[in-house]
């Protein structure tokens, strides 16, 4: 069954620390990795996305990482605002089936929050 | 600036009443889906659509029903056959390309009174 694992499930910092954000995912075969940052009440918004070629990608303070060996992923976050206080999400998409986007296996999320 | 709209953000539901929700975008995606969203759990699929006048059923299509008249609309009924509707529903759009990515509406939060 494809899964998608991050932890923590929750996490405090304080303002303009760095975190690291983990995922975990058993979907077979990959096609690409995706992070989303979602504030409440809101739509997730897509930070980076990685196919299976790229290693590490980055938009402004945020590095996404992927290790498709281990099935790995991470985002680091680097001197923590408080408006990144969100939840984070980790998307796994499945190559070739049903159309592109069809397949999307979501993890729960990390909530991030920032204090000042 | 293109986007996706959905509307309302809030809506409250009498028991047994079947209810719309709006999903319209101007991105020229292909592309349309209606996503559940529950606290501790990720999202989960209800229906997709990749073209006009045709979608498919996603994790959990029971209770709800969606039409793609249009490339622009995807609107979702939820109606007195889902037991539990209560919840924050989101509605996405994509190119159909393995890199596209999704563009989210800013969701719709639906309560049962």
């Known amino acids: 069954k494809n899964q998608v694992e991050q932890s923590p499930q929750s996490l405090i910092i304080l303002e303009g620390k760095n975190c690291t954000l983990q995922c975990n995912y058993t979907v077979s075969p990959f096609s690409n990795l995706r992070w989303y940052k979602q504030d409440t009440g809101r739509g997730p918004v897509s930070l980076t996305i990685?196919?299976?070629?790229?290693n590490t990608k980055s938009n402004g303070r945020y590095t996404a990482t992927l290790d498709a060996d281990t099935k790995q992923s991470s985002l680091h976050i680097t001197a923590s605002q408080l408006s990144d206080s969100a939840s984070y999400i980790c998307?796994?998409?499945?190559?070739?089936?049903?159309?592109?986007?069809?397949?999307?296996?979501f993890g729960k999320g990390i909530t991030l929050s920032v204090r000042p | 600036d293109g986007g996706i709209t959905q509307s309302p953000k809030y809506l409250f539901r009498k028991e047994g009443q079947n209810v719309t929700l709006s999903c319209e975008q101007n991105?020229?995606?292909?592309?349309m889906y209606w996503y559940r969203q529950d606290p501790g759990q990720g999202l989960r699929l209800i229906y997709y659509?990749?073209?006009?006048?045709?979608?498919q059923k996603g994790d959990i299509a029971e209770g709800y029903s969606v039409s793609r008249e249009k490339k622009e609309s995807f609107p979702l009924t939820v109606t007195s056959a889902q037991k539990n509707p209560t919840a924050f529903y989101l509605c996405?759009?994509?190119?159909?390309?393995?890199?596209?990515?999704?563009?989210f509406g800013s969701g719709t939060r639906l309560t049962v009174v």
């Open positions: 659509s990749q073209i006009v006048n045709d979608f």
């Open positions: 996405a759009s994509s190119g159909t390309g393995l890199g596209d990515g999704y563009t």
């Open positions: 990685m196919t299976f070629s790229e």
């Open positions: 991105l020229n995606h292909d592309a």
């Open positions: 998307v796994v998409s499945v190559y070739g089936v049903g159309g592109a986007n069809s397949k999307l296996t």
